[in-house]
């Protein structure tokens, strides 16, 4: 799994959304709370774990890094 | 019908600029300073888009003390020739320009208020020395730098220079009316609105193309993307409309070769040892020093196999504590993220072995690009071509000089440029094929197309090509263009991006497989097994490659020589 987003953390500020260079994000209107959309185009950059104001996201990389 | 009835938007301005990386935003900056009207569209978001969007750990090549342009202009096309084989390669007028214009570059970079020193206030100057080369005998100086956060300060800047940028917004196609540039359509990636840029003066500055190969360190299951490089950035789209408009774009037989590591922590080679002056220790899988450049060719790497010699590996362990600091820097610089996937893995950078695979092409970080001469103009008329998509340049230097000096000249342009004229009847077609996707039901997933491409590449192209392999390839990827193109489907804008993206791959497939086709001969690092001998009569000869009247055209020709006022030095 790529980038993660733990909802007990994040406060819906939308850096993540803003910034991922992949477009990886996508905007729930419902919860008002970023979602990951393209799991699969995740290049684990980091950037949204780098930018994220209250180190909600995590990122874990696949098997095949081992 | 007015342009207003066909699209969502429309925008009308002086210059638009394609991609707002390094190149792009350093461009805009300049142009908008010089009191142009300035639009700059970007696939992503430009305050960590491009490139340099996680960070930057050095910049530049400087010419050392005794050094001139010239000296920098002779090592830059030996390095091309120690990969490539004989032969000039790219245009040393622009080189020359640029190594003539480092401190010129530097002194606008601070301007903007990019941070240029180093803690202490001073700058850092490391040694720098090309593949191959022993460090003593360095011309050029790099900068180390901050620059974690070069790409939102480079936004800022050129915000506050009322740049207006169009974000999230993927160009479909440039519009061209009497031969010359006029402006170019685009899709909203998140809105899928339609719009039109009508422009006198058109920068291309999307960066590298890299997507018809695997990654570097190819990771298989479902990440595709994993690349080196933002896979956003390497679709090859600035290369690809320019090349439909009927602008020239050359060497596409030409593939870089770079690193390859199994232990992959993000990080470039160019962090490595090799650009602080300490000389890189491969070694064989018993500890035995492999010497330098031997896995580097497919011949040496395939003899260490065969001598049971492989894996082989990077060892940093034998460096001073105080060179694991300062690579520890590099990494906050460069790709913080390395430290995380350190962590996951326990990887211990200072006393594991990075493994090392063969090399094998998979980019065009070498001479492919956009043609474009030494003043960055394209072949078609009020089109420029800066940073990566230029012919023959390749990095963060290049791309913040010819930002600026593009930005600096376009006003010379611009003043005698008529007024764009748009082709209604051109617009409605891009408009057609580009949204074409998202009415397309139960068809291809741009991915499993991309996919198909790579495959291709990886199996006829890649690093021993023959006739025969390389007419199979064409054949095949032609049926994949009838078969599959007109039936690719996007669920959403998201989506249409990548199925746009896989138009431009596919585009760029065929040209590269054409120029590898032509090259009949084996010189550097392009293998032609039915042709292993180099021909002279290829000696300094390039592909060219362009549409004329939509029938493409390959020329074979000599890439201009160094003009006699540089060959005497420079400033």
Not at chain 2, 163 to 180: F, P, S, W, Y
Request: proline share 5%.
């Amino acid at each position: 799994m790529p980038a993660k987003i733990d909802y007990k953390k994040c406060i819906g500020c939308g850096r993540c959304y803003d910034l991922c260079p992949i477009d990886v994000f996508a905007w729930d209107e419902d919860k008002d709370m970023p979602v990951v959309a393209y799991e699969e185009e995740c290049w684990h950059c980091g950037i949204c774990w780098m930018e994220c104001p209250k180190r909600a996201i995590d990122i874990t990389y696949p098997a095949s890094f081992w | 019908m007015v342009l207003e009835q066909i699209a969502d938007k429309v925008f009308d301005t002086d210059v638009l600029i394609i991609g707002g990386g390094i190149a792009g935003c350093t461009s805009a900056a300049k142009a908008s300073e010089q009191g142009l009207k300035v639009l700059l569209a970007e696939k992503a978001k430009t305050d960590r888009s491009g490139s340099a969007g996680q960070g930057i750990d050095h910049y530049g090549i400087f010419p050392r003390e005794g050094v001139t342009p010239l000296d920098l202009v002779k090592h830059w096309q030996h390095s091309l020739r120690v990969v490539n084989g004989e032969g000039r390669w790219a245009d040393p007028n622009i080189m020359f320009r640029y190594y003539d214009n480092a401190f010129w570059t530097l002194e606008e970079l601070e301007k903007l208020g990019i941070p240029m020193r180093w803690d202490d206030g001073e700058f850092y100057w490391m040694p720098h020395r090309g593949p191959g080369m022993d460090p003593r005998i360095s011309l050029k100086l790099g900068l180390r730098v901050h620059w974690q956060n070069i790409k939102p300060l480079l936004a800022k800047a050129m915000r506050k220079k009322s740049v207006h940028t169009l974000e999230r917004t993927m160009i479909v196609d440039l519009l061209t009316n009497k031969g010359r540039v006029v402006g170019a359509t685009a899709v909203d990636t998140r809105t899928g609105e339609f719009i039109v840029i009508k422009a006198k003066a058109v920068v291309i500055a999307t960066g590298l193309f890299a997507r018809c190969y695997d990654p570097e360190t190819p990771h298989f299951w479902k990440y595709k993307f994993r690349y080196h490089w933002c896979p956003a950035t390497i679709s090859g789209d600035g290369w690809a409309i320019a090349y439909r408009a009927g602008a020239e774009l050359a060497s596409m037989d030409i593939t870089g070769w770079g690193f390859r590591i199994r232990d992959d922590l993000n990080i470039s080679f160019g962090n490595f040892p090799i650009n602080d002056g300490v000389p890189s220790r491969p070694l064989d899988w018993t500890g035995e020093e492999v010497s330098y450049g031997t896995w580097q060719s497919a011949s040496g790497y395939n003899k260490l196999h065969q001598d049971a010699r492989t894996p082989i590996y990077h060892s940093l362990e034998h460096l001073p504590d105080d060179f694991h600091k300062r690579m520890e820097v590099a990494f906050a610089d460069e790709r913080m993220v390395s430290f995380k996937i350190a962590e996951n893995r326990g990887f211990n950078p200072r006393t594991h072995w990075y493994e090392l695979m063969l090399n094998k092409p998979h980019n065009f970080v070498n001479v492919a690009g956009v043609y474009a001469d030494e003043d960055l103009k394209a072949t078609l008329p009020g089109l420029y071509a800066v940073g990566d998509c230029v012919a023959g340049l390749h990095s963060c230097g290049e791309a913040a000089f010819t930002g600026f000096f593009t930005g600096k000249s376009l006003p010379a342009f611009i003043s005698s440029a008529a007024e764009p004229v748009v082709d209604k009847a051109q617009v409605e077609s891009q408009k057609q094929a580009a949204l074409a996707p998202l009415n397309i039901k139960d068809g291809t997933e741009p991915m499993e197309l991309e996919s198909a491409i790579r495959y291709i590449c990886d199996r006829y192209v890649s690093q021993f090509k023959s006739e025969g392999k390389l007419r199979e390839g064409l054949r095949r990827l032609d049926s994949l263009r009838r078969v599959f193109l007109p039936k690719l489907m996007a669920k959403n804008p998201h989506y249409l991006m990548r199925c746009l993206e896989v138009r431009n791959i596919m585009d760029l497939t065929e040209l590269h497989i054409q120029a590898c086709l032509q090259r009949r001969e084996t010189r550097g690092a392009h293998i032609r097994l039915d042709f292993p001998q180099q021909d002279r009569t290829w000696d300094n000869m390039l592909t060219y490659q362009r549409l004329e009247s939509g029938r493409p055209i390959l020329e074979m020709r000599e890439p201009p020589d160094l003009k006699p006022e540089y060959a005497r030095g420079g400033k």
